[in-house]
Protein backbone atom coordinates (compact mmCIF):
# COMPACT_ATOMS: atom_id res chain seq x y z
CA UNK A 1 0.00 0.00 0.00
CA UNK A 2 1.59 3.28 -1.00
CA UNK A 3 2.45 6.09 1.86
CA UNK A 4 -0.33 9.07 1.35
CA UNK A 5 1.56 12.11 0.85
CA UNK A 6 -1.06 14.45 -0.33
CA UNK A 7 -0.49 18.15 -0.83
CA UNK A 8 -0.87 20.89 1.61
CA UNK A 9 -4.78 22.09 0.92
CA UNK A 10 -5.70 25.10 -1.33
CA UNK A 11 -3.71 24.52 -4.41
CA UNK A 12 -6.63 26.28 -6.43
CA UNK A 13 -6.82 29.25 -4.38
CA UNK A 14 -3.18 30.02 -3.70
CA UNK A 15 -2.08 29.66 -6.82
CA UNK A 16 -4.95 32.20 -8.35
CA UNK A 17 -4.04 34.44 -5.95
CA UNK A 18 -0.41 34.17 -6.72
CA UNK A 19 -1.22 34.86 -10.57
CA UNK A 20 -3.48 38.11 -9.56
CA UNK A 21 0.44 39.14 -8.35
CA UNK A 22 2.62 38.13 -10.75
CA UNK A 23 3.31 36.14 -13.90
CA UNK A 24 4.22 32.71 -12.28
CA UNK A 25 6.95 30.58 -13.90
CA UNK A 26 6.52 26.81 -14.88
CA UNK A 27 10.05 24.47 -14.96
CA UNK A 28 11.21 23.54 -18.47
CA UNK A 29 11.79 19.77 -21.00
CA UNK A 30 12.72 16.85 -18.61
CA UNK A 31 13.61 14.93 -21.61
CA UNK A 32 16.48 16.75 -23.79
CA UNK A 33 17.71 17.59 -19.99
CA UNK A 34 17.91 13.78 -18.98
CA UNK A 35 19.76 13.22 -22.37
CA UNK A 36 22.60 15.28 -20.81
CA UNK A 37 23.18 12.76 -18.94
CA UNK A 38 24.29 10.54 -21.38
CA UNK A 39 22.86 7.18 -19.33
CA UNK A 40 23.01 4.12 -20.35
CA UNK A 41 21.04 0.61 -19.92
CA UNK A 42 22.22 -0.26 -16.62
CA UNK A 43 21.32 3.34 -15.38
CA UNK A 44 17.35 3.36 -16.53
CA UNK A 45 17.05 -0.33 -15.20
CA UNK A 46 18.52 -0.64 -12.57
CA UNK A 47 18.29 -3.56 -10.45
CA UNK A 48 15.00 -4.88 -12.15
CA UNK A 49 14.63 -7.36 -14.47
CA UNK A 50 11.76 -6.50 -16.55
CA UNK A 51 12.55 -8.21 -19.48
CA UNK A 52 12.95 -5.77 -21.43
CA UNK A 53 15.35 -2.97 -22.19
CA UNK A 54 14.65 0.21 -20.13
CA UNK A 55 17.24 2.45 -22.04
CA UNK A 56 15.00 6.07 -22.67
CA UNK A 57 12.18 4.98 -20.25
CA UNK A 58 12.92 8.06 -18.69
CA UNK A 59 9.69 7.77 -16.39
CA UNK A 60 11.26 4.71 -14.22
CA UNK A 61 14.46 6.80 -13.48
CA UNK A 62 12.59 7.91 -10.87
CA UNK A 63 12.88 3.99 -9.30
CA UNK A 64 16.22 3.27 -10.55
CA UNK A 65 18.28 6.90 -10.80
CA UNK A 66 15.79 9.16 -8.83
CA UNK A 67 19.13 11.51 -8.97
CA UNK A 68 18.44 12.44 -12.29
CA UNK A 69 14.86 13.91 -12.12
CA UNK A 70 15.61 15.60 -8.61
CA UNK A 71 18.61 17.09 -9.41
CA UNK A 72 16.16 18.33 -12.71
CA UNK A 73 13.79 19.73 -10.33
CA UNK A 74 16.09 21.41 -8.21
CA UNK A 75 17.72 23.27 -10.97
CA UNK A 76 14.42 24.82 -12.32
CA UNK A 77 13.43 25.72 -9.03
CA UNK A 78 16.61 27.66 -8.58
CA UNK A 79 16.44 29.28 -12.23
CA UNK A 80 12.69 30.97 -10.64
CA UNK A 81 10.10 27.84 -11.21
CA UNK A 82 6.89 28.09 -9.10
CA UNK A 83 5.75 25.27 -10.27
CA UNK A 84 7.09 21.26 -11.10
CA UNK A 85 5.78 19.27 -13.35
CA UNK A 86 5.92 15.37 -12.84
CA UNK A 87 8.58 13.07 -14.49
CA UNK A 88 5.64 11.09 -15.66
CA UNK A 89 5.02 11.34 -18.72
CA UNK A 90 5.07 8.50 -20.55
CA UNK A 91 4.06 6.75 -16.85
CA UNK A 92 1.25 5.03 -17.91
CA UNK A 93 -0.06 1.78 -18.47
CA UNK A 94 -0.29 1.73 -22.69
CA UNK A 95 3.30 3.18 -22.87
CA UNK A 96 4.85 1.29 -20.09
CA UNK A 97 4.08 -1.74 -21.91
CA UNK A 98 6.52 -0.94 -24.75
CA UNK A 99 9.24 -1.64 -21.58
CA UNK A 100 7.57 -4.30 -19.80
CA UNK A 101 7.18 -2.38 -16.96
CA UNK A 102 2.90 -2.13 -16.89
CA UNK A 103 3.49 -3.46 -13.36
CA UNK A 104 5.29 -0.18 -11.65
CA UNK A 105 3.13 2.36 -12.98
CA UNK A 106 1.66 2.99 -9.39
CA UNK A 107 5.22 3.24 -7.77
CA UNK A 108 6.94 5.26 -10.42
CA UNK A 109 3.88 8.18 -10.54
CA UNK A 110 3.86 7.68 -6.58
CA UNK A 111 7.62 8.22 -6.23
CA UNK A 112 7.57 10.91 -8.79
CA UNK A 113 5.32 12.61 -7.29
CA UNK A 114 6.70 12.43 -3.74
CA UNK A 115 10.18 13.62 -5.03
CA UNK A 116 8.61 16.76 -6.70
CA UNK A 117 6.81 17.34 -3.47
CA UNK A 118 9.70 17.01 -1.39
CA UNK A 119 11.67 19.73 -3.53
CA UNK A 120 8.98 21.98 -3.85
CA UNK A 121 8.35 22.24 -0.23
CA UNK A 122 11.80 22.66 0.53
CA UNK A 123 12.21 25.58 -1.56
CA UNK A 124 8.84 27.12 -0.09
CA UNK A 125 10.89 26.77 3.36
CA UNK A 126 13.47 28.93 1.93
CA UNK A 127 11.70 31.94 1.47
CA UNK A 128 8.09 31.67 2.44
CA UNK A 129 6.69 31.49 -0.86
CA UNK A 130 4.21 27.87 -2.13
CA UNK A 131 5.76 26.15 -5.19
CA UNK A 132 3.41 23.80 -6.46
CA UNK A 133 3.72 20.46 -7.92
CA UNK A 134 1.70 19.23 -10.73
CA UNK A 135 1.02 15.70 -11.96
CA UNK A 136 1.61 15.65 -15.38
CA UNK A 137 -0.47 13.08 -17.41
CA UNK A 138 0.66 12.87 -21.17
CA UNK A 139 -1.00 11.89 -24.21
CA UNK A 140 -0.41 7.81 -24.21
CA UNK A 141 -0.15 6.79 -28.25
CA UNK A 142 -4.18 5.84 -28.62
CA UNK A 143 -6.59 7.73 -30.45
CA UNK A 144 -9.89 7.45 -29.47
CA UNK A 145 -11.28 9.91 -32.35
CA UNK A 146 -9.00 8.35 -35.08
CA UNK A 147 -8.67 5.34 -36.71
CA UNK A 148 -5.25 3.60 -36.89
CA UNK A 149 -6.33 1.65 -39.79
CA UNK A 150 -6.95 3.81 -43.45
CA UNK A 151 -9.41 0.90 -44.36
CA UNK A 152 -11.66 0.29 -41.63
CA UNK A 153 -12.87 4.23 -40.40
CA UNK A 154 -14.56 3.13 -37.93
CA UNK A 155 -11.97 1.03 -36.34
CA UNK A 156 -10.55 2.06 -32.45
CA UNK A 157 -7.80 0.36 -30.16
CA UNK A 158 -9.01 1.58 -27.71
CA UNK A 159 -12.51 2.66 -25.89
CA UNK A 160 -13.46 5.39 -23.50
CA UNK A 161 -13.33 3.19 -20.19
CA UNK A 162 -10.35 1.68 -20.89
CA UNK A 163 -8.41 4.65 -21.54
CA UNK A 164 -9.94 6.22 -19.04
CA UNK A 165 -8.88 3.24 -16.52
CA UNK A 166 -5.14 4.01 -17.42
CA UNK A 167 -5.50 7.53 -16.56
CA UNK A 168 -7.28 6.44 -13.60
CA UNK A 169 -4.37 4.78 -12.27
CA UNK A 170 -1.98 7.23 -12.71
CA UNK A 171 -4.13 9.95 -11.37
CA UNK A 172 -4.47 8.18 -7.85
CA UNK A 173 -1.06 7.38 -7.71
CA UNK A 174 -0.29 11.36 -8.96
CA UNK A 175 -2.28 12.05 -6.06
CA UNK A 176 -1.25 10.01 -3.19
CA UNK A 177 2.52 11.01 -3.90
CA UNK A 178 1.27 14.70 -3.26
CA UNK A 179 0.82 16.64 -6.65
CA UNK A 180 -1.46 19.84 -6.35
CA UNK A 181 -2.80 19.63 -9.54
CA UNK A 182 -3.49 17.07 -12.42
CA UNK A 183 -1.82 18.59 -16.01
CA UNK A 184 -3.48 16.72 -18.46
CA UNK A 185 -0.90 17.88 -21.39
CA UNK A 186 0.15 18.08 -25.06
CA UNK A 187 -3.33 17.46 -26.03
CA UNK A 188 -3.87 15.79 -29.08
CA UNK A 189 -6.99 14.28 -28.91
CA UNK A 190 -9.83 16.08 -27.21
CA UNK A 191 -11.80 12.69 -26.59
CA UNK A 192 -8.97 11.66 -24.83
CA UNK A 193 -8.29 15.00 -22.93
CA UNK A 194 -12.11 14.15 -21.56
CA UNK A 195 -11.55 10.27 -20.47
CA UNK A 196 -8.30 11.99 -18.68
CA UNK A 197 -10.60 14.83 -17.24
CA UNK A 198 -13.31 12.03 -15.95
CA UNK A 199 -10.20 10.14 -14.43
CA UNK A 200 -8.67 12.87 -12.53
CA UNK A 201 -12.15 13.94 -11.62
CA UNK A 202 -13.07 10.82 -9.96
CA UNK A 203 -9.50 10.12 -8.58
CA UNK A 204 -10.26 13.53 -6.60
CA UNK A 205 -13.28 12.16 -5.42
CA UNK A 206 -12.34 9.42 -4.48
CA UNK A 207 -10.13 11.00 -1.97
CA UNK A 208 -12.13 13.80 -1.20
CA UNK A 209 -9.94 16.12 -2.33
CA UNK A 210 -10.65 19.39 -4.71
CA UNK A 211 -7.81 18.27 -6.91
CA UNK A 212 -7.82 21.13 -10.14
CA UNK A 213 -6.77 20.09 -13.18
CA UNK A 214 -5.17 21.57 -15.86
CA UNK A 215 -5.27 21.15 -19.30
CA UNK A 216 -2.43 21.85 -21.97
CA UNK A 217 -3.49 21.32 -25.77
CA UNK A 218 -0.47 20.60 -28.69
CA UNK A 219 -0.82 22.04 -31.97
CA UNK A 220 -0.49 19.75 -34.76
CA UNK A 221 0.01 22.57 -37.85
CA UNK A 222 -0.07 26.36 -38.13
CA UNK A 223 -3.78 26.55 -39.02
CA UNK A 224 -4.70 26.36 -35.04
CA UNK A 225 -5.88 22.68 -34.30
CA UNK A 226 -4.90 19.52 -32.59
CA UNK A 227 -5.15 16.05 -34.53
CA UNK A 228 -8.73 15.31 -33.76
CA UNK A 229 -9.33 18.55 -35.45
CA UNK A 230 -10.02 21.19 -33.44
CA UNK A 231 -9.14 24.94 -33.04
CA UNK A 232 -8.22 26.43 -29.73
CA UNK A 233 -11.66 27.62 -28.82
CA UNK A 234 -13.07 24.51 -29.47
CA UNK A 235 -11.08 23.38 -27.60
CA UNK A 236 -11.95 25.37 -24.57
CA UNK A 237 -15.87 24.79 -25.29
CA UNK A 238 -15.23 21.31 -24.57
CA UNK A 239 -13.84 21.03 -21.52
CA UNK A 240 -14.54 24.41 -19.78
CA UNK A 241 -17.18 22.44 -18.09
CA UNK A 242 -14.02 20.59 -15.83
CA UNK A 243 -13.08 24.02 -14.40
CA UNK A 244 -9.54 24.03 -15.51
CA UNK A 245 -7.43 26.10 -13.41
CA UNK A 246 -5.41 26.13 -15.83
CA UNK A 247 -5.99 26.25 -20.24
CA UNK A 248 -3.22 26.72 -22.38
CA UNK A 249 -0.16 25.15 -25.14
CA UNK A 250 2.36 23.39 -25.07
CA UNK A 251 4.72 21.73 -27.09
CA UNK A 252 4.67 21.53 -31.12
CA UNK A 253 5.84 24.83 -31.87
CA UNK A 254 8.46 27.69 -30.65
CA UNK A 255 7.00 30.85 -29.30
CA UNK A 256 6.90 32.74 -32.42
CA UNK A 257 4.50 30.04 -33.88
CA UNK A 258 2.50 29.98 -31.24
CA UNK A 259 1.64 33.73 -31.06
CA UNK A 260 -1.99 34.25 -32.69
CA UNK A 261 -3.04 31.64 -31.04
CA UNK A 262 -2.06 32.69 -27.33
CA UNK A 263 -4.44 35.36 -28.28
CA UNK A 264 -7.24 33.70 -28.86
CA UNK A 265 -7.51 31.70 -25.75
CA UNK A 266 -6.02 34.68 -23.77
CA UNK A 267 -9.59 36.71 -24.81
CA UNK A 268 -11.73 33.89 -24.60
CA UNK A 269 -11.12 32.04 -21.22
CA UNK A 270 -12.05 32.54 -18.12
CA UNK A 271 -9.47 31.16 -16.31
CA UNK A 272 -5.48 31.12 -15.97
CA UNK A 273 -3.38 30.47 -19.24
CA UNK A 274 -0.41 28.70 -19.51
CA UNK A 275 2.20 28.34 -22.51
CA UNK A 276 5.39 26.80 -22.18
CA UNK A 277 6.43 26.65 -25.61
CA UNK A 278 9.41 24.29 -27.50
CA UNK A 279 12.69 26.18 -27.50
CA UNK A 280 12.05 27.26 -30.84
CA UNK A 281 11.86 24.26 -34.09
CA UNK A 282 14.42 22.09 -34.20
CA UNK A 283 17.37 21.46 -36.24
CA UNK A 284 18.07 18.74 -39.34
CA UNK A 285 19.60 16.82 -35.93
CA UNK A 286 16.48 16.84 -33.74
CA UNK A 287 18.39 19.36 -31.51
CA UNK A 288 17.13 23.15 -30.25
CA UNK A 289 19.24 25.76 -31.21
CA UNK A 290 16.69 28.86 -29.76
CA UNK A 291 19.07 30.70 -27.21
CA UNK A 292 17.36 31.71 -23.44
CA UNK A 293 17.21 35.34 -24.40
CA UNK A 294 15.41 34.77 -27.60
CA UNK A 295 12.57 32.35 -25.86
CA UNK A 296 12.50 34.89 -23.21
CA UNK A 297 12.19 37.83 -25.44
CA UNK A 298 9.69 36.03 -27.39
CA UNK A 299 7.25 35.11 -24.73
CA UNK A 300 8.02 38.54 -22.74
CA UNK A 301 5.68 39.84 -25.86
CA UNK A 302 2.59 37.58 -25.03
CA UNK A 303 3.27 39.22 -21.34
CA UNK A 304 3.96 42.85 -22.17
CA UNK A 305 0.48 42.32 -24.04
CA UNK A 306 -1.30 41.07 -20.89
CA UNK A 307 -2.17 37.85 -22.86
CA UNK A 308 -0.67 35.09 -20.10
CA UNK A 309 -0.53 34.22 -16.44
CA UNK A 310 2.23 31.33 -16.29
CA UNK A 311 5.11 30.52 -18.96
CA UNK A 312 7.82 27.54 -18.84
CA UNK A 313 9.58 25.76 -21.34
CA UNK A 314 8.74 22.78 -22.85
CA UNK A 315 11.38 20.47 -25.52
CA UNK A 316 14.92 21.77 -25.51
CA UNK A 317 14.23 24.23 -22.99
CA UNK A 318 16.92 24.59 -20.17
CA UNK A 319 17.26 25.83 -16.22
CA UNK A 320 18.60 28.82 -18.39
CA UNK A 321 15.88 29.36 -20.51
CA UNK A 322 13.13 29.59 -17.28
CA UNK A 323 15.98 31.58 -15.41
CA UNK A 324 15.78 34.10 -18.61
CA UNK A 325 12.25 34.17 -18.96
CA UNK A 326 11.44 34.24 -15.51
CA UNK A 327 13.87 37.32 -15.42
CA UNK A 328 11.68 38.86 -18.36
CA UNK A 329 8.87 39.24 -16.84
CA UNK A 330 9.45 39.67 -13.14
CA UNK A 331 8.06 43.73 -13.35
CA UNK A 332 4.97 42.72 -15.62
CA UNK A 333 1.83 42.29 -14.84
CA UNK A 334 -0.23 39.46 -15.09
CA UNK A 335 -3.39 38.90 -17.64
CA UNK A 336 -6.12 39.94 -16.06
CA UNK A 337 -9.23 37.39 -15.99
CA UNK A 338 -12.03 37.98 -18.32
CA UNK A 339 -15.13 37.52 -17.53
CA UNK A 340 -17.44 36.41 -21.12
CA UNK A 341 -21.02 37.25 -20.97
CA UNK A 342 -23.38 34.50 -20.45
CA UNK A 343 -24.35 32.30 -23.73
CA UNK A 344 -24.38 28.39 -24.28
CA UNK A 345 -20.95 27.56 -26.22
CA UNK A 346 -20.63 24.30 -28.02
CA UNK A 347 -17.89 22.90 -30.02
CA UNK A 348 -17.49 20.75 -33.17
CA UNK A 349 -14.34 21.17 -35.12
CA UNK A 350 -15.01 24.62 -34.26
CA UNK A 351 -16.77 27.16 -31.99
CA UNK A 352 -20.06 27.64 -31.44
CA UNK A 353 -21.74 30.22 -29.75
CA UNK A 354 -25.65 30.67 -28.68
CA UNK A 355 -26.32 33.96 -27.15
Not at 265 to 287: F, H, K, R, V, W
Request: with cysteine; net charge negative; hydrophobic share 40%.
Amino acid sequence: MAILNFAPPGAREALIAAAQERILITDGAFGTEIQNWKLGEGDYAGTLALGHDQKGNNDILALTRPEVPESIHRAYFAAGADIAETNTFSANRISQADYGAESLVRAINHESAGMARRIADEFAAQDGRRRFVAGAIGPTNKTLSLSPDVNDPGYREIDFDQLKDVYREQADALIEGGADFILIETVFDTLNAKSAIMAAQEAADAFGRDVPIMLSMTLTDLSGRNLSGHTVEAFWHAVRHARPVTIGLNCSFGAEQLRPHVKVLSDTCDTLIMIYPNAGLPNELGQYDEAPATTAALVGEWAEQGQVNILGGCCGSTPAHIKAIAGAVASLKPRAIPVPPVRTRLAGLEPFSMA
